[in-house]
């Protein structure tokens, strides 16, 4: 079974900006893609943000386009978020997500595998 573990979560002003990470319990070629979610309190979990693990094509919500990069590294295991100019409608649990298809619809039952998630709370 897949484990996935987030951190970098954490309390950021209006514009700022956090790094968020996934470390995955073994070889990351074997999840064909990778991504991130967020679930807000009172809505639905939405797609962030997913990167195909063997030729690293990415796609972004139209809401963080320009604002947030996701990247991974194989040899580490580790998927990252970079989210820069943080808004307070940025602020959720960020999950995430193994084993899935990458696709412009980054949706959530694509993927197989979910870590428990990290808050990010952006402040006015």
């Known amino acids: 079974q897949v484990q996935l573990v987030e951190s970098g979560g954490g309390l950021v002003q209006l514009g700022g900006s956090l790094r968020l990470s996934c470390a995955a319990s073994s070889f990351t070629y074997d999840y064909y893609a990778m991504g991130w979610f967020r679930q807000a309190p009172g809505k639905e979990r939405e797609g962030v943000s997913c990167?195909?693990?063997?030729?690293?094509?990415?796609h972004y919500a139209d809401s963080v386009k320009g604002r947030f990069t996701i990247s991974g590294d194989n040899a580490k295991n580790t998927v990252y978020l970079q989210m820069n100019s943080l808004k307070p409608e940025d602020t959720a649990v960020y999950f995430c997500?193994?084993?899935?298809?990458?696709?412009?619809?980054?949706?959530?039952?694509?993927?197989?595998?979910w870590g428990q998630g990290t808050q990010v709370t952006v402040s006015p």
């Open positions: 997500a193994a084993r899935g298809h990458c696709t412009s619809a980054l949706r959530p039952r694509s993927f197989g595998s």
């Open positions: 990167i195909s693990v063997r030729d690293g094509i990415t």
